[in-house]
Structure formats: structure tokens, C-alpha cells
């Protein structure tokens, strides 16, 4: 008879799923002569009965108890991440199939159980795993000569997971330990990885700290750890050294991104440098990167909010600069731009880039769009209004009882009957007028539009 394996105790998710019971440990199994099953000494129930009759029919039986690293990661994927009352006992038959004598874990079923444990926030359970990775190498690494090629993206993984719990000191130690175990250095993603997560967390004096370290290392930053660390300055009000970063950044020639430039235009906004902000918009636009929809939505939004006449005619600027470049701008930051441009009464430019953006396939929200008619309509262009109107149904952009009512309105007050009578009754085809009553208060009211009622927008 085998000798029997034993295991330690199940290891219990930190977090598990309030729908799965609690693990149970599993029984002794009958005496075989094939692949001893995990066993603890509680009584039999059941569910173990269950548990054993899975595991013999869906990963022992298939292959004829030759356990592979192949097979063994089906079953884990395949059969137990499925089960709705195994899936927990992952890494407890991980352990398991460890101790057999003709078994060893390679990089797959490392992966898989690192993601495994990380994604169910089982903390402890990954440190431990992480630890036998150290001590158990992995096939493929020639006995220790060379090390599994794999193993970074296996750790690059876990201190992800780590710094997302804002485990940090469980993070650094994970990067030290595969510190040791890869070739050479590691790469400037995982350096990343903990930069980002010592910003998340305000541990402003290691983010620094570690970027120094990368420069020991001989690790050459990327324009994502330049922009971590501008979004640390910026956050920390520290503008002076975020653009000394920016000059850094171009002297060791990286250059930056259209989140590089997001980023301090948006802080330099936010500290109400409005000069400053535009002059890096310009310097962004010269350098040949590419507007995003959030750089112009952030330069409209901050100047406007300035609520001056002439921020906004920046900010019209900076729109008309992106279409000379061939960057159609956001629906967003377009009505943006129209809402600035009617509260300081611009409405002919408002006008404008309406037109521009319908012209361009840009169809504005219909309250925005509703606005801008009635602002027309009130100085006396409700033609011009009914002409956009006209635009933006051939763009996709169809008119609702409110838009009828604004324009009916206003050709009222223009004493334009024959156009208003053929509008209310396009009104009547297109079902917005309810009843007969209606109909012919619309009527009335253009022998007497004193009596009209203006509505609110």
C-alpha cells in the first residue's frame, strides 16, 4: 500500500463568497495502491464522500493517475473553478498534489493559482504560495542554471494584486524575492506597479525613494513612470518640481504622452494658472501629440469655469486648433464650449460650432441643443433656428415637443404666420400635439401672440 500524503490544514479564503459554505476538511481515504488523496483525520461526512468521488473521477481516472502539471491545471480550471462548492479547496489540492513524489509544479500552475488566490483576496495563502515558489523552482529552469522565464510575469502579478489591496509591504516583498530568483533586472513595469501604488496610498517619500532606486538598479524609467510621478507633484501641489520632471523626462529622451500633458494642464488649472495651462496645450500641439477627447474636454472646462469673456475665446481657440489638426473634439467638450459660449452671450460662435460639429457628425444632447434654438429665437432669428434644426435632423438629431414649441413660439412673436402654421402642423403629423383643443391654441395664438407662452430652458 501507498504511503499516504498528508497536508496541512485547509487554508480558508480571506473573503469568501457569502454563497459557498465554509471549507471542510477532508477525510482519510480508503487504502489504494494509486495516487494517495489528501487526508486530515475528522470524520467522514458526505460532502467529503462528494469531494473524494470529484476527485477521482475528474482528475485522477482521466489519466490514469499520472498526474501531469497539464492535467492538473485542467481539472483546476476546467472542473474545480466551476464547482460551486470545491472551487475554495484550489490551493488546498495545489498543496496536495506538491507532495507526490513524481509531481512538480511548473510556471502554469503557478500562474494560475497566484491569480487564483490574488483575485479572491486570499493574502496569506499567496505569501505562502509565493514561498514555496522560491524554494520549489520550476522545471524549466534547468535546474537552477537558468531561471523560468515566466516567473516575472508570475510575480509582476501577485505585487500588482498587493498594491491594489494597498498590501505595500507585502508588494516590496514579493519584488524582493523575485529580485532573486529571475536573471538579470527586472523590468520598469514592475517598478511601476509599486511607485503607482505608494502614490495611491500618499507614501509620498518612498514613491521618490524608489524611483532613486530604479536609477541604482540601472533601470530606465518610461513615460508611464514619469507620468506616476508628475500625478504625485500635481497632487501634492509641488508644480515647480512636476515641471522639473516634465524637463527630466525630455533630456533623457522619453517623450511624453498626451497623459503627460493631461496631467499638468489639469493641474495647473486646478491652481487657477490659466496662462501657464495654455502655454502647455501650445507645446503640446507644436510637439505633434495628439489631442485626446479629455485633454480639450479639460482645457474647456477649466477655462470656462474662469467665467471670462476671454477664457472662453481661448477655449474656442484651442477647439479650432484641434479640427486644423484633423482631432475632431468630444460631443462633450463641444456642448461644453456652447453652454460658455451663450452664458456670455456669444451666440453667433455658439452658432457656429454648432454647425461645425453637425457637420462633422458631432449630434449634441437635445437640452443643450434646445437652449441654443431658444437663444436664437429670442433676438429674432428663429428662421436661423429652424434652419439648424433642419441640419440636425439630417445628422440624426430629432426634434421633440419641446424644440416645436420653441420655434412655434417664436415665429409667433415674429408675426411669421405661414411659417408657424406649417410647424404646428408637422407638430400634429409627428404626434406632439395630443388633442384638437391644443391645435387650436396653437393657431390662436398667432393672431395674437402677446397671448403666446414663452417657455423656460
Not at 498526474?67 to 460551486?84: A, E, N, R, Y
Not at 516634465?246 to 533630456?251: I, T, V, Y
Not at 453667433?348 to 449630434?363: D, K, N, P, Q
Not at 439648424?388 to 411669421?416: F, Q
Given at each position: ?5 498528508k ?8 473573503k ?6 465554509p ?7 480508503p487504502?489504494t ?6 487526508t486530515v483525520?475528522?470524520?467522514p461526512?458526505?460532502?467529503h464522500?462528494h ?7 475528474h ?10 502539471p ?13 464547482h ?15 507532495t507526490?513524489?513524481s ?5 502554469s500552475?503557478f ?12 493574502f ?11 524554494s ?6 534547468n ?9 516575472e510575469?508570475?510575480f ?16 516590496v516583498m514579493a519584488?524582493?524575492?523575485?529580485r532573486?530568483?529571475?536573471d ?14 505608494f ?21 530606465k ?12 507633484y ?7 518640481l ?5 524637463k527630466e523626462m ?6 511624453p ?5 493631461n ?11 490659466f ?6 496645450a501650445?507645446?503640446m500641439?507644436e ?10 474636454e479639460i ?12 477664457e ?5 481657440e484651442?477647439?479650432?486648433q484641434l479640427w ?16 460658455g459660449l ?12 454648432m ?5 462633422e ?6 437640452v443643450?441643443f ?5 437663444d ?5 432669428r428663429?428662421?436661423d433656428?429652424?434652419r439648424?434644426r433642419?441640419l440636425?435632423?439630417r ?5 421633440d ?16 404666420r405661414?411659417?408657424g402654421?406649417?410647424?404646428v ?33
Amino acid at each position: 500500500m501507498a504511503l499516504r500524503k498528508k497536508l496541512p490544514p485547509i487554508l480558508r479564503p480571506n473573503k469568501p463568497p457569502s454563497a459557498l459554505p465554509p471549507p471542510i476538511p477532508l477525510p482519510n481515504p480508503p487504502a489504494t495502491t494509486v495516487a494517495p488523496l489528501p487526508t486530515v483525520t475528522l470524520t467522514p461526512t458526505p460532502h467529503h464522500t462528494h469531494l473524494l468521488h470529484f476527485l477521482k473521477t475528474h482528475l485522477l481516472a482521466p489519466h490514469k493517475n499520472q498526474i501531469t502539471p497539464s492535467s492538473l491545471l485542467h481539472f483546476l480550471k476546467s472542473k474545480l473553478h466551476h464547482h460551486p462548492q470545491f472551487t475554495h479547496y484550489d490551493f488546498h489540492i495545489f498543496n496536495w498534489a506538491s507532495t507526490l513524489d513524481s509531481f512538480r509544479h511548473d510556471h502554469s500552475t503557478f500562474l494560475f493559482m497566484v491569480r487564483s488566490l490574488a483575485s479572491s483576496y486570499r493574502f496569506s495563502d499567496l505569501n505562502s504560495l509565493l514561498a514555496f515558489i522560491y524554494s520549489n523552482p520550476c522545471p524549466c529552469s534547468n535546474d537552477g542554471i537558468f531561471s523560468c522565464p515566466e516567473l516575472e510575469s508570475i510575480f509582476h502579478f501577485a505585487v500588482n494584486a498587493y498594491c491594489k489591496a494597498r498590501r505595500l509591504d507585502d508588494g516590496v516583498m514579493a519584488f524582493e524575492t523575485m529580485r532573486k530568483l529571475i536573471d538579470g533586472r527586472p523590468s520598469v513595469s514592475v517598478y511601476n506597479v509599486l511607485i503607482n501604488g505608494f502614490v495611491k496610498c500618499e507614501e509620498h517619500d518612498k514613491v521618490m525613494a524608489f524611483y532613486d532606486r530604479m536609477a541604482k538598479d540601472r533601470v530606465k524609467p518610461d513615460v508611464v513612470t514619469f507620468n506616476i510621478l508628475i500625478s504625485n507633484y500635481c497632487k501634492s501641489k509641488k508644480f515647480d518640481l512636476a515641471l522639473g520632471l516634465f524637463k527630466e523626462m525630455r533630456e533623457k529622451g522619453c517623450s511624453p504622452n498626451v497623459v503627460s500633458f493631461n496631467t499638468l494642464i489639469s493641474g495647473l488649472f486646478r491652481e487657477r494658472k490659466f496662462v501657464d495651462g495654455i502655454k502647455m496645450a501650445y507645446e503640446m500641439i507644436e510637439l505633434g501629440c495628439e489631442f485626446s477627447n479629455a485633454t480639450c474636454e479639460i482645457l474647456v472646462d477649466g477655462l470656462l469655469r474662469e467665467g471670462r469673456d476671454l477664457e472662453a475665446c481661448r477655449a474656442l481657440e484651442v477647439v479650432d486648433q484641434l479640427w486644423k489638426k484633423g482631432n475632431l473634439p468630444s460631443v462633450i467638450a463641444c456642448t461644453t464650449l456652447i453652454e460658455g459660449l451663450r452664458r456670455f452671450r456669444k451666440r453667433e460662435e455658439a452658432l457656429g460650432l454648432m454647425e461645425r460639429m453637425l457637420g462633422e457628425g458631432i449630434v449634441p444632447d437635445s437640452v443643450t441643443f434646445n437652449c441654443l434654438l431658444k437663444d436664437l429665437c429670442d433676438v429674432g432669428r428663429t428662421v436661423d433656428a429652424n434652419r439648424l434644426r433642419l441640419l440636425a435632423s439630417r445628422k440624426g438629431l430629432d426634434p421633440d415637443g419641446i424644440t416645436y414649441h420653441i420655434l412655434v413660439s417664436g415665429y409667433m412673436r415674429e408675426n411669421r404666420r405661414k411659417e408657424g402654421e406649417t410647424l404646428v402642423n408637422e407638430m400634429l403629423d409627428e404626434g406632439f400635439i395630443p388633442d384638437l383643443a391644443t391645435y387650436n391654441r396653437y393657431m390662436d395664438g398667432f393672431s395674437n401672440a402677446r397671448n403666446s407662452v414663452r417657455p423656460k430652458c
